[in-house]
């Protein structure tokens, strides 16, 4: 294990996101808000604590990165960045503990939503920009973004790459990996602007619309508000969050074929269909249950199902209704939106459409196969015959997320809670959602969860966001042994 080289590259990513800090620094300058110098101060020991980082390892920075090493410093730069980005929340005293911060700087990073704020709008305005900046970097990975701005990785950034976006296939969109990551980031920042050109038509303030535009593309579902989108009481500001969170959760290689002029591929694509349909049948569903017990017209049925289904689905975890009050048939329809996700290779969390979509056909194929035990049958996606390889890691991706699932909602309980609120945050947690059910639902948060219980939830944050393979990997044995 090299970890000079991986404290070097934690240490420069550190500087890179103490830069962004100073964003939310001017952003209170110009308010006149008393968390200046707090938030300056955090700053400014992010970048001298990053600084210092890649100094003393600077001799290392152009060392090959070897296969134990990538996981490392993934997993290692994700839980440096949540410490120095909860020291805000700690410096300006918006927060009392050390728990509440991190978990908070976590939910922000891993784009999770999950929030331990009972007064939202208290806050000042830099730290509402900074809690919002936290989930936009996050959004479409802070790896991706250092492979964009340090060349010097050259084709080592590859191997990074795939452990914090892990795929079926990473696929370059141009031959340099470095291009690659710019024009993710570059389709990413086209639809943050025009998300935020709709929230202002729609009637919000610029901070309230810049804020939100990050959050949505990010789908991650920090508000500026006590009551998160409801706030706004608008059918075209729900509409238009709807539309762009739905877009959030499509693969970002499908609009850059788009803007190639292939957009084709949108048809083709078997998991956007799947994902479109998932959409469209869970809004439907969730509608027709909630017509004439919780809304007492179609069109409010259809507004807030297909809201709240999009948004849990996606992992965006905004809300416009209470759907803890839904019935029982809503509120599990929900639970298992979050379980699937949007699309892979998005800013969605959960298990993923593609993921979803392969388990069924292999399960119908195996059941095809006890009616032809002679048959040969295959596992396609877009024409593409699946290796056994490729199943068995999704397999063993669905394994290892269920086995999670079911030790952290056994922890949470142990902990004194019941199992609605358990289990449906741990699942909130892994999908990188935010809100849940019982205790920490829509209209609640999750200030009332035990330390012990934040810190499990933090963790499910973390392995969901960096898709679990990079995260558990650690705790084998055998991965430290030379």
């Known amino acids: 294990m090299n970890f000079p080289l991986i404290l070097n590259l934690a240490g420069t990513i550190l500087m890179i996101v103490s830069l962004f800090m100073f964003i939310p620094v001017g952003v209170s300058a110009l308010t006149a808000q008393p968390d200046l110098k707090p938030l300056l101060l955090a700053a400014v020991l992010t970048l001298v604590s990053g600084g210092l980082l890649s100094l003393v390892t600077r001799g290392h920075s152009k060392d090959e990165f070897r296969h134990r090493d990538v996981f490392t410093v993934v997993t290692l730069t994700w839980l440096l960045v949540s410490l120095f980005g909860c020291l805000p929340y700690l410096f300006s005293g918006a927060m009392d503990s050390f728990t509440d911060a991190y978990f ?68 370059r969109l141009r031959p340099r990996l470095i291009d690659t990551a710019k024009h993710l980031w570059y389709i990413y920042l086209a639809l943050t602007g025009a998300a935020f050109v709709l929230y202002l038509a729609g009637g919000m303030g610029i901070f309230d619309a810049v804020c939100h535009a990050f959050t949505t593309l990010a789908t991650g579902g920090f508000s500026t508000k006590n009551a998160s989108i409801g706030h706004f009481q608008s059918p075209f500001i729900d509409v238009t969050c709807t539309v762009v969170m739905f877009l959030a959760g499509i693969n970002y290689a499908l609009y850059f074929y788009c803007l190639r002029g292939n957009p084709g591929r949108f048809l083709r694509s078997g998991e956007f269909k799947f994902y479109a349909a998932m959409g469209v049948g869970a809004i439907l569903l969730i509608a027709f249950a909630t017509y004439g017990t ?20 996606t992992g965006t975890g905004y809300t416009t209704a209470d759907y803890d009050a839904w019935m029982p048939f809503a509120k599990v329809l929900l639970v298992l939106l979050m379980f699937c996700g949007g699309m892979i290779g998005s800013t969605s969390g959960g298990m993923k459409q593609i993921r979803v979509l392969l388990v069924f056909r292999q399960g119908y194929r195996e059941l095809y196969q006890i009616i032809h035990p002679h048959a040969v049958t295959t596992v396609k996606v877009d024409g593409k015959v699946l290796s056994k390889e490729v199943l068995g890691s999704i397999w063993g991706f669905l394994f290892l997320f269920v086995l999670i699932c079911a030790v952290a909602t056994l922890a949470m309980a142990a902990l004194g809670l019941d199992m609605v609120t358990a289990a449906s945050t741990v699942i909130s947690a892994m999908s990188n959602v935010g809100p849940a059910l019982g205790e920490a639902g829509p209209t609640d948060n999750y200030a009332s969860i035990p330390v012990a219980g934040k810190w499990v939830l933090a963790f499910c944050m973390l392995a969901g966001r960096l898709e679990i393979y990079t995260v558990m990997v650690l705790f084998v044995p055998r991965f430290w042994k030379k």
């Open 104 to 171: 908070e700087a976590m939910a922000g990073f891993t784009t999770t939503g999950a929030t331990v704020l009972s007064d939202i709008e208290a806050l000042p305005m830099g730290l509402l920009f900074w809690r919002s900046f936290t989930q936009w970097l996050g959004g479409m990975g802070i790896i991706l973004f250092a492979l964009a701005v340090l060349p010097f990785l050259g084709s080592r950034g590859m191997q990074l790459f795939k452990a914090e976006v892990p795929e079926l296939t990473v696929e």
């Open 294 to 313: 919780s809304y007492s017209s179609v069109g409010e049925s259809l507004r807030y199902a297909s809201f709240q289904a999009v948004s849990i689905m």
